[in-house]
C-alpha cells in the first residue's frame, strides 16, 4: 500500500509534464521536420556569405593598420619639416650656431621616432645639409634628371607623402621612404626634408591580429613582391602563387568599384584588400575548414531553435495547459522582486504552499529562499557599513549607483542623509573636469579588463578641504548576466602631504628658503633647453668674510637670509632664485632678452639690497658685485657662469657695490 501511495504521489506530481507532454508529442516531429526542410538550406548560404564578408572586413582593417602607420609617418615628418630651426638649416646653411641647432633638432626628432632608419634635410639638388648619419652630410645622393623630377613631385604634392616600401640598401630591412617640402615664412619651397621608417613596428602592430590559422601579407602589385608575411623570410621576395597573381591582375584590370574580392580554392579562403593609392594588395589567408566551421554548427543550433519553438507552442495548447501554468506566474514574480533586490516577502505564495505538485514544490523553496536571502542581505550590509574602506558598485552599462557605503559618502564629503537620492551626478560634481574624465577613462578600461585597475584621484569638500584618494577599480559578472564595477576608495591624503614636504625640503636652500644649487642648475637647463632664454645673473655679498669674522656666523646668516628676501621682492615669481652655496647666488630671468629692460630691473635690485638694516651689523651696510648674460641661444650652464663670474669679479675690483652686463 505504501508503495502504490508513492507511486500515486509522484505521477500526480507529474501530471503538468504529461498534460504538456501528450499535446505536443505529434506538433514536435512535424515542427522539426519542416524547420529542418526550410531552414537549412538558406540559412547555410547566408553564413557562408557571412563567413566571405567578414574575411573581407578583416583584410580591409589590417590595410587600414598600413595606412594609419604611413600617415603617422608622414605627419612624423611634417612636424620636423616645420620646425623654425630646420627652416634655418636652409636659411642660414653658412651659419655655424644655425646648423648646431639643426642638428640638435634633428637628433631629437630621430630619437623620438625608433623606427627612423634616418632623418635628413636636403636641397632641391639632393645636396644633404643635416642627416642623423654624419656621413652623409654634404653629399648629393641623386643624379640631376632624377633630383628633377624629385623636385617637381614633392612640389606638386604639397605635404609629406610615401613613395612605398623599399628594402634599404645598408641595412637590408624593409623601409617607408617619406617626403616632405620645408617651406620659408612666406610659403616658399626651400628645399625638403626626407626619412626612411623601419617597418618594424608596423609589423609588430600586425603579427598579434594573425594566429594559428588567419595568415596575412601584403604584395606591391607593381613587382609581386612581399613587402610583409608572416613569414618573414618571404619579405622581399617575389609571390611564387600563380592563381593569387593572376586574380590579382585580374581584379586591378576592370573598371572596379569596390576595393575588396574573396575567392576559395581547394583548401582555402582568400580576402584581398586593393590599396589603390600605392597599388598594393593586402591579403588574409584562412582555411575553408575555419571559415566555414559554422556552417556545420547550423544543424545543431536548428536542432535547439527547434526546442524553443517547441516550447512556445506550448503556450498556445489548450485551456488546460493555460490553467495549469497560471500559478508561475505568481511565483516568477516573487522571484524577479529577488532579482531586483526586493527581499519583502509576498502573501501570493502562500495559496499554493499546501499543493503538492511542481508548484507547491517551487513555492516552499522560493519561501525558503526568501529566508536564506534576507539573512544573507542584512549580513552583507551590516559588513559593507562597517567597512573602514569607501565602496561603490555602480552598472557598467547605465552607470546607475547599485551599492554605496557610509564610508564612501564620508571620503567624497556628502552627508549620509543623501545616500538615499545619491546619483552618480552628486558624486561626479565633488570632483573637477580632470578627475572626471580620468574615472571615465577608468570605466571604459574595466570594460575590455578583467584586471584590477589601481589609480590616484582628488575629491574637493564643501569646506574647501582636498582628499587624495587611492581607487581600486574592478569589473565583475554577475550570475544574472548583469555586469558591474567596484570601486573603493582609501584616503592617502597624509601620505600625498608628507610626499610633497619631502619634494620641498629636496629641491630648497634650508636657510634662505629658495632653490639650493641642484633643483637650481636643473630648473636653468631645463629652460634653456625649453628655448626660455633670458637674462643671467651671478652675485655675492660683498665683505661677506669680514661681516662673519666681526660679527658672527647668525649676523651672516640674517644678511643671507635679507638677500633672499629682496630677490623675492625684487624678480618674479616665474624667475628662477637660487642660493649656490656661501654667499654666491643666482638669478635666471626668463624673457628678459634686451640689457635695457634688465638693467632696469637691476638697479631696482640693488636699491632693495641698500635697504638691508641688521641691528648686529652696527650700521655696517650690505652690498653686492653682479654679474649679468643677455642668453638668445642654447648655452650651458658653466658657460653662462663662467661668463658672469668674470663681470662679477671685475665690479669687485672697481669697489663693489655694482653690477655689469656681458658684451660678446
Known amino acids: 500500500m505504501d508503495n502504490i501511495r508513492i507511486f500515486k504521489g509522484k505521477m500526480k506530481s507529474k501530471r503538468i509534464s504529461l498534460k504538456i507532454a501528450a499535446m505536443v508529442g505529434t506538433v514536435e516531429l512535424i515542427t522539426m521536420t519542416a524547420f529542418f526542410l526550410i531552414i537549412n538550406h538558406s540559412l547555410t548560404k547566408v553564413l557562408e556569405n557571412k563567413a566571405m564578408s567578414d574575411m573581407n572586413i578583416i583584410a580591409r582593417d589590417r590595410a587600414q593598420i598600413v595606412e594609419s602607420y604611413i600617415i603617422g609617418c608622414c605627419d612624423f615628418l611634417t612636424g620636423y619639416s616645420r620646425s623654425p630651426i630646420i627652416r634655418e638649416g636652409f636659411?642660414?646653411?653658412?651659419?655655424?650656431?644655425?646648423?648646431?641647432?639643426?642638428?640638435?633638432?634633428?637628433?631629437?626628432?630621430?630619437?623620438?621616432?625608433?623606427?627612423?632608419?634616418?632623418?635628413?634635410?636636403?636641397?632641391?639638388?639632393?645636396?644633404?645639409?643635416?642627416?642623423?648619419?654624419?656621413?652623409?652630410?654634404?653629399?648629393?645622393?641623386?643624379?640631376?634628371?632624377?633630383?628633377?623630377?624629385?623636385?617637381?613631385?614633392?612640389?606638386?604634392?604639397?605635404?609629406?607623402?610615401?613613395?612605398?616600401?623599399?628594402?634599404?640598401?645598408?641595412?637590408?630591412?624593409?623601409?617607408?621612404?617619406?617626403?616632405?617640402?620645408?617651406?620659408?615664412?612666406?610659403?616658399?619651397?626651400?628645399?625638403?626634408?626626407?626619412?626612411?621608417?623601419?617597418?618594424?613596428?608596423?609589423?609588430?602592430?600586425?603579427?598579434?591580429?594573425?594566429?594559428?590559422?588567419?595568415?596575412?601579407?601584403?604584395?606591391?602589385?607593381?613587382t609581386n613582391e612581399y613587402i610583409f608575411n608572416e613569414d618573414s623570410q618571404l619579405v622581399g621576395q617575389k609571390c611564387t602563387d600563380q592563381h593569387l597573381l593572376d586574380t590579382i591582375h585580374g581584379f586591378l584590370s576592370q573598371d572596379k568599384k569596390n576595393k575588396t574580392l574573396s575567392y576559395r580554392s581547394e583548401e582555402s579562403v582568400i580576402s584581398c584588400y586593393f590599396m589603390a593609392d600605392k597599388n598594393w594588395v593586402f591579403i588574409v589567408k584562412d582555411s575553408n575548414?575555419?571559415?566555414?566551421?559554422?556552417?556545420?554548427?547550423?544543424?545543431?543550433?536548428?536542432?535547439?531553435?527547434?526546442?524553443?519553438?517547441?516550447?512556445?507552442?506550448?503556450?498556445?495548447?489548450?485551456?488546460?495547459?493555460?490553467?495549469?501554468?497560471?500559478?508561475?506566474?505568481?511565483?516568477?514574480?516573487?522571484?524577479?522582486?529577488?532579482?531586483?533586490?526586493?527581499?519583502?516577502?509576498?502573501?501570493?505564495?502562500?495559496?499554493?504552499?499546501?499543493?503538492?505538485?511542481?508548484?507547491?514544490?517551487?513555492?516552499?523553496?522560493?519561501?525558503?529562499?526568501?529566508?536564506?536571502?534576507?539573512?544573507?542581505?542584512?549580513?552583507?550590509?551590516?559588513?559593507?557599513?562597517?567597512?573602514?574602506?569607501?565602496?561603490?558598485?555602480?552598472?557598467?552599462?547605465?552607470?546607475n549607483i547599485i551599492l554605496v557605503n557610509k564610508m564612501a559618502l564620508k571620503l567624497w564629503g556628502i552627508p549620509p542623509e543623501k545616500k538615499a537620492t545619491l546619483t552618480m551626478d552628486d558624486i561626479k560634481n565633488r570632483f573637477d573636469e580632470e578627475e572626471t574624465e580620468k574615472i571615465a577613462n577608468v570605466r571604459s578600461l574595466s570594460k575590455i579588463s578583467n584586471e584590477e585597475i589601481v589609480y590616484e584621484t582628488s575629491v574637493m569638500h564643501d569646506d574647501g578641504k582636498k582628499i587624495h584618494l587611492l581607487s581600486h577599480a574592478k569589473c565583475a559578472h554577475l550570475s544574472n548576466g548583469e555586469q558591474v564595477i567596484i570601486f573603493s576608495f582609501i584616503d592617502i591624503s597624509a601620505q600625498k602631504k608628507l610626499e610633497k614636504n619631502l619634494v620641498v625640503l629636496s629641491e630648497t636652500d634650508s636657510l634662505t628658503q629658495i632653490c639650493n644649487r641642484r633643483s637650481g642648475e636643473y630648473k636653468v637647463k631645463k629652460a634653456v633647453i625649453e628655448g626660455k632664454y633670458g637674462m643671467f645673473c651671478l652675485f655675492d655679498a660683498n665683505k661677506f668674510k669680514y661681516v662673519n669674522d666681526t660679527f658672527g656666523h647668525t649676523a651672516g646668516d640674517k644678511v643671507l637670509i635679507e638677500i633672499a628676501k629682496c630677490m623675492k621682492k625684487t624678480f618674479r615669481t616665474t624667475d628662477i632664485l637660487i642660493r649656490l652655496g656661501g654667499d654666491e647666488f643666482v638669478v635666471f630671468a626668463p624673457e628678459i632678452k634686451n640689457q635695457s629692460t634688465g638693467k632696469l630691473i637691476l638697479e631696482r635690485f640693488m636699491k632693495n639690497i641698500e635697504k638691508i638694516d641688521i641691528p648686529e651689523l652696527h650700521e655696517h651696510k650690505i652690498s653686492i658685485s653682479l654679474g649679468a648674460v643677455i642668453i638668445d641661444n642654447n648655452e650651458t650652464f658653466e658657460q653662462m657662469y663662467t661668463k658672469a663670474d668674470s663681470l662679477m669679479y671685475d665690479c669687485k675690483k672697481q669697489g663693489g657695490n655694482a653690477f655689469k652686463f656681458y658684451n660678446a
Request: charged letters at 25%; proline letters at 3%; one cysteine or more.
Open 91 to 222: 636659411t642660414k646653411k653658412n651659419d655655424p650656431i644655425a646648423r648646431r641647432k639643426v642638428h640638435e633638432v634633428t637628433l631629437a626628432y630621430a630619437a623620438g621616432h625608433t623606427d627612423t632608419e634616418g632623418l635628413y634635410i636636403a636641397e632641391w639638388d639632393t645636396f644633404v645639409l643635416e642627416h642623423t648619419n654624419p656621413a652623409s652630410i654634404n653629399i648629393t645622393f641623386r643624379d640631376k634628371e632624377n633630383a628633377k623630377i624629385l623636385e617637381e613631385t614633392i612640389k606638386s604634392k604639397g605635404q609629406a607623402f610615401c613613395t612605398g616600401i623599399v628594402r634599404a640598401p645598408v641595412s637590408q630591412k624593409m623601409v617607408i621612404p617619406v617626403y616632405a617640402p620645408v617651406f620659408d615664412e612666406a610659403g616658399k619651397e626651400l628645399g625638403f626634408a626626407g626619412g626612411a621608417f623601419f617597418t618594424d613596428a608596423l609589423e609588430k602592430k600586425l603579427a598579434p591580429l594573425s594566429d594559428n590559422t588567419i595568415g596575412y601579407s601584403l604584395i606591391n602589385a607593381n
Open 289 to 399: 575548414e575555419n571559415v566555414f566551421g559554422i556552417v556545420r554548427s547550423v544543424r545543431t543550433i536548428l536542432a535547439a531553435i527547434c526546442i524553443l519553438i517547441t516550447l512556445i507552442m506550448l503556450l498556445f495548447f489548450g485551456f488546460s495547459v493555460e490553467i495549469t501554468m497560471r500559478p508561475i506566474r505568481d511565483i516568477n514574480t516573487q522571484i524577479e522582486k529577488f532579482k531586483a533586490r526586493d527581499y519583502s516577502y509576498s502573501d501570493i505564495l502562500n495559496k499554493y504552499l499546501a499543493r503538492d505538485d511542481e508548484f507547491g514544490t517551487i513555492a516552499n523553496a522560493v519561501k525558503e529562499l526568501h529566508g536564506v536571502l534576507e539573512n544573507q542581505y542584512q549580513l552583507f550590509f551590516e559588513l559593507l557599513e562597517a567597512q573602514t574602506v569607501g565602496t561603490l558598485v555602480t552598472n557598467l552599462e547605465d552607470n
